[in-house]
């Protein structure tokens, strides 16, 4: 039988465990967009506080290694807050399954990998300015679907808009 001393323990345990959240490409770039800047940069302030951990990949190092200066600079600022998922047969696998469900063709597959990352990187939750193949009301639930088909739990997918704190 537990005790009231350990029930805090564990209390105080979930409390404090962080949220694990993977950041795709565009968010880096959101923080240099108009449209998106003002919660991209609150996002990554939440990060520099350490509210959440940060998990992206090697894909978004890639991809972001094609980019502009200013969001290069923005990522090695924020790399050694991060956790880097790696691109694993695993991850590619999960990948493949999501094409094969036709949630994205095979032209769009790199946003089907930032999902699988995710899912196999043992995120909570994904955060993308990507409304066309991954924050997505009609793709959430069939990537969810996929998951849970492979024996992946569930993620949830939101725009940075959706996952900044605002004060009362």
Known sequence: MINIADKVIVIYMIRQKKIRIYADTSVFGG????????????????????????????LVRQEIQAGPKSVRELFLEILPLMDIAKITEEAIMLQHAYTEAKILSEKYSTDALHVALATISDSSLIVSWNFKHIVNFQKIPRYNAVNKLHDYREIAIYSPLEVIEYED
């Open 31 to 58: 923080v240099f967009d108009e449209e998106f800047k003002v919660p991209s940069k609150a996002f990554f302030d939440a990060i520099r506080e350490e509210r959440f951990v940060l998990v992206t990949s090697e």
